[in-house]
């Protein structure tokens, strides 16, 4: 069965900083792999996904991950933070195949940038 | 990009009443779709998987007498939450997908609030 880990519950930023969300996956199979943003009280905004096509994703807002098979890792990051950037972001892992295709994420980072 | 609806957008009701969330795919035909919840400050949690004119899959732990799920065609598929209580107040989210090769495509989620 697929399942992801975000490693930290919360991340502290300062406005300019590099943004580095960790993500490891577990699957059988490779994978396809989504990162999600959500802000208060609304639906999921899909930022990037890998679908076993180039390793390197660039998503919107700036933000790209990278997917390393050797690692299990799907790290997001961003070269500098915005304020707009504070939000809850979820990695999410999708199967293919006959391993089913339901979308299962992580525990959610929360995301805070500072002034 | 596609786009899934869902209706309405928040609801209040009183407990013991049975409320219906409808899940809509507006622009392709959908033939799975997925039933997330979603507690204050958690993560999404995967309810079911519906496929079209098939009974639903629950999964563990999830009551399929209390949550009932029906995906009657290829755009729509409802969740009535039966006997509703104020522990089953949360945030419901549906995504819907065409097949096993693309992501699914997540509503905006509905806000239900028992009391």
């Known amino acids: 069965a697929q399942s992801v880990t975000q490693l930290g519950s919360h991340v502290s930023v300062s406005e300019g900083a590099l943004v580095l969300l960790r993500c490891n996956y577990s699957?059988?199979?490779?994978?396809?792999l989504f990162w999600y943003v959500q802000y208060p009280n609304q639906g999921l905004q899909l930022l990037l996904k890998?679908?076993?096509?180039?390793?390197l994703v660039k998503g919107i807002n700036g933000f790209e991950a990278e997917f390393k098979k050797s690692e299990t890792s799907f790290h997001l990051t961003k070269p500098s933070a915005h304020m707009s950037d504070a939000a809850e972001y979820f990695c999410?892992?999708?199967?293919?195949?006959?391993?089913?295709?339901?979308?299962?994420f992580g525990a959610g980072t929360r995301l805070f940038v500072k002034a | 990009g596609a786009v899934v609806s869902q209706h309405p957008s928040w609801v209040i009701c009183k407990s013991g009443t049975s409320v219906k969330i409808e899940c809509r795919s507006l622009d392709f035909q959908a033939t799975t779709m997925f039933w997330y919840r979603q507690f204050p400050k958690q993560s999404l949690m995967l309810m079911a998987t519906?496929?079209?004119?098939?009974?639903?899959?629950?999964e563990q732990g999830v009551e399929k007498d209390k949550f009932l799920i029906n995906h009657a065609s290829l755009t729509l598929s409802t969740l009535t939450v039966t006997s509703a209580h104020p522990e089953d107040s949360s945030f419901y989210i549906c995504s819907a997908a065409w097949d096993m090769n693309t992501e699914a495509f997540f509503g905006q989620g509905t806000r239900l609030t028992v009391v």
């Open positions: 999410a892992v999708r199967g293919v195949g006959t391993g089913g295709f339901k979308t299962i």
């Open positions: 890998y679908t076993s096509a180039a390793t």
């Open positions: 519906s496929n079209e004119g098939s009974k639903a899959t629950y």
């Open positions: 699957s059988s199979v490779p994978p396809y």
